[in-house]
């Protein structure tokens, strides 16, 4: 039987026209072999299996193929002494190192020992040095002055997954390349070709969803794709297998989670979590999962933004699908519940009622934004409402009567005893059985009213459950048209009104438990300029503490005041700075300014200050 090679070594690039997804590095390096602008040193930095060591190792070939220069193509010609050398890895003139063993000062002192001598066929030496991050800081020190000043036979490739790591004065000597995470169609595409060499048949769903799990990485791409044909019985590469196999949370469950959750089914939306967790898969890997599909749906919210769905064709299309049916406010609110739950799993007890509370909120999210909508009503435009309802009940009742094709017989009138008290009027009926005429009303104000706290709301002035719905909707249409109509009036205030809201919010900040920080800065004095609020606070501490606080006072001393104007703005309060009196000329320049004569007495006698 024959030994098996992985994807990652059969077909690892032996040219750059192979690299997959750095053009713009192989592109250089080619243009600097052709126009003989090569560096002393090269630094490789990018994440890991983007192709930084190959790179590395072609770039070494390249240049020191004997047959270079001799065609328009910038490519190793793998049948000169060279070439041969360093394919059975015999050559004498490319050197490499891993620096994650060898990172200590003999051996950067045994590696410029090594560059005095010349190549001994060819044109270049080339040390190539991996993971160089990992060298200590000694032989970072050592290595210095070789790679500033080495040889011209000498060529130095570095390569590093932690560019950060390195020392700045070994960044300033090298001509640094940055490798890109290679893009999942890419990834998919070079899959692809690899399996019609093999022989393999696959479903494209199944290579992008390898190429994504990759995360850029094509070596792990490649792992991957060899786990999963090996897992395969019968050499076809299919979706569902993968999913399986890499244990991979599939798109449709977030589809159909994304549905109940709109729908605010939150039963079934419980029992989707179950399932998902019996099938083995994490809490956490769910939470994110999803966050990331709340994304997805967002970026598909604009035509712009849809490039960033890094997904399949058929998976797109369900995204735009949904993308449209979700309100941005809803996914807007799933994304901060989202973030949410992720930032404190880990630090739950009960990591599943963590999730589970999590996604109650997230069922409730479409119920909390219709309701939302719906205005703040004041007790005097609650009052108006009957009456409102009224008119469109005599309205609907005439429209009714000029539709209606058959005469039926009028029912007697029963007297309503559900009507609202209008104006501190109740309605009863005499001793006959009729009900006394209302008085007469003036015009009905169509002043936009002032919302009430929640401490005002009463069941007073509830609407009969008997109106019916449609009426009660017409209704506040209208009511929300007139108010449309209107704009709101500020009204004037003067500083005692100002300084009464003020301290009543303080009081209902340390009923509702502030701290006492809070009270001291809502305890200071104030000034008022028109509209504006000028506060003195002591330090940044304090200004912290008020950044936090305004936006409630803000709106309480809006909402009480009836001014939309009111704006508050914070001074830092000057301090002085006393200075303290501790060595003995201190103590004399402190003496000699309460008495000048201290001075000319020193200089008259020419006395010193004993230290």
């Known amino acids: 039987m024959d030994n098996f090679v992985v994807s990652a070594r059969k077909y690892r690039p032996a040219t750059f026209d192979t690299v997959v997804g750095q053009a713009h590095i192989t592109t250089t390096l080619k243009n600097a072999i052709l126009t003989n602008h090569l560096a002393q040193a090269f630094l490789f930095c990018g994440p890991r299996g983007v192709g930084k060591t190959t790179c590395a190792r072609i770039l070494a070939k390249t240049i020191n193929c004997q047959n270079l220069g001799k065609s328009d193509a910038v490519e190793p010609c793998d049948h000169c002494e060279s070439c041969v050398s360093f394919n059975q890895n015999a050559s004498f003139n490319i050197h490499e190192l891993d620096a994650a063993s060898n990172n200590s000062v003999e051996d950067i002192r045994n590696l410029i020992d090594q560059v005095r001598y010349p190549p001994q066929s060819g044109k270049y030496k080339i040390y190539i040095i991996d993971e160089v991050h990992m060298l200590s800081q000694a032989a970072f020190n050592a290595f210095l002055k070789t790679l500033e000043e080495p040889p011209s036979y000498a060529i130095f490739i570095l390569a590093t997954t932690e560019k950060h790591k390195?020392?700045?004065?070994?960044?300033?000597?090298?001509?640094?390349?940055?490798?890109?995470?290679?893009?999942?169609?890419?990834?998919?595409?070079?899959?692809?070709?690899?399996?019609?060499?093999?022989?393999?048949?696959?479903?494209?769903?199944?290579?992008?969803?390898?190429?994504?799990?990759?995360?850029?990485?094509?070596?792990?791409?490649?792992?991957?794709?060899?786990?999963?044909?090996?897992?395969?019985?019968?050499?076809?590469?299919?979706?569902?297998?993968?999913?399986?196999?890499?244990?991979?949370?599939?798109?449709?469950?977030?589809?159909?989670?994304?549905?109940?959750?709109?729908?605010?089914?939150?039963?079934?939306?419980?029992?989707?979590?179950?399932?998902?967790?019996?099938?083995?898969?994490?809490?956490?890997?769910?939470?994110?999962?999803?966050?990331?599909?709340f994304r997805n749906l967002l970026v598909c919210k604009d035509a712009a933004t849809v490039q960033l769905l890094q997904v399949g064709e058929s998976i797109q299309q369900k995204y735009l699908q949904q993308a449209a049916e979700a309100p941005l406010s809803f996914l807007l609110s799933a994304l901060s519940v989202g973030a949410q739950c992720d930032l404190n799993y880990k630090a739950?007890?009960?990591?599943?009622?963590?999730?589970?509370?999590?996604?109650?909120?997230?069922?409730?999210?479409?119920?909390?934004?219709?309701?939302?909508?719906?205005?703040?009503?004041?007790?005097?435009?609650?009052?108006?409402?009957?009456?409102?309802?009224?008119?469109?009940?005599?309205?609907?009742?005439?429209?009714?009567?000029?539709?209606?094709?058959?005469?039926?017989?009028?029912?007697?009138?029963?007297?309503?005893?559900?009507?609202?008290?209008?104006?501190?009027?109740?309605?009863?009926?005499?001793?006959?059985?009729?009900?006394?005429?209302?008085?007469?009303?003036?015009?009905?104000?169509?002043?936009?009213?002032?919302?009430?706290?929640?401490?005002?709301?009463?069941?007073?002035?509830?609407?009969?459950?008997?109106?019916?719905?449609?009426?009660?909707?017409?209704?506040?249409?209208?009511?929300?048209?007139?108010a449309s109509e209107q704009p709101k009036v500020d009204k004037p205030f003067i500083f005692e009104q100002l300084k009464a809201a003020w301290q009543t919010f303080a009081r209902i900040r340390d009923q509702q438990g502030g701290s006492q920080t809070e009270q001291v800065i809502l305890n200071r004095d104030i000034r008022l300029e028109e509209t504006t609020i000028h506060i003195a606070l002591d330090n940044s501490l304090q200004v912290d503490l008020l950044t936090d606080l305004r936006q409630d006072l803000l709106t309480y001393l809006r909402q009480e005041l009836q001014n939309s104007q009111i704006q508050l703005v914070h001074d830092i309060a000057a301090q002085e700075i006393r200075k303290m009196i501790y060595t003995p000329q201190d103590k004399f320049n402190y003496l000699a300014e309460k008495n000048p004569a201290l001075l000319e007495l020193k200089r008259t006698l020419g006395l010193d200050v004993d230290y």
């Open 348 to 482: 739950a007890k009960n990591q599943r009622l963590h999730v589970e509370v999590g996604l109650m909120k997230l069922a409730n999210l479409p119920n909390v934004l219709d309701l939302s909508s719906i205005p703040v009503l004041s007790a005097d435009s609650a009052q108006k409402i009957p009456h409102e309802i009224d008119r469109a009940e005599k309205k609907k009742d005439s429209l009714i009567e000029s539709s209606a094709p058959v005469l039926t017989p009028e029912p007697t009138a029963i007297p309503s005893l559900t009507s609202e008290p209008t104006n501190g009027y109740h309605p009863r009926p005499n001793g006959n059985g009729t009900v006394k005429p209302l008085p007469e009303r003036g015009p009905v104000s169509t002043e936009i009213p002032k919302p009430v706290s929640s401490k005002l709301r009463t069941t007073a002035n509830l609407v009969s459950v008997e109106r019916p719905v449609s009426v009660i909707a017409e209704v506040a249409e209208t009511i929300l048209v007139k």
């Open 166 to 293: 390195i020392l700045p004065t070994i960044l300033s000597r090298c001509q640094l390349f940055d490798f890109n995470r290679i893009q999942p169609r890419d990834i998919s595409d070079h899959l692809a070709s690899i399996a019609r060499k093999e022989g393999y048949e696959t479903e494209y769903e199944a290579l992008e969803l390898i190429a994504q799990k990759a995360d850029g990485g094509l070596r792990d791409a490649l792992s991957m794709f060899d786990l999963n044909i090996t897992f395969s019985e019968d050499r076809v590469l299919r979706y569902k297998e993968v999913l399986e196999n890499l244990h991979i949370l599939d798109y449709d469950y977030y589809f159909r989670l994304t549905d109940l959750l709109l729908a605010a089914n939150l039963p079934q939306s419980m029992l989707l979590f179950d399932e998902i967790l019996r099938k083995g898969f994490d809490g956490h890997q769910f939470i994110v999962g999803l966050s990331e599909h």
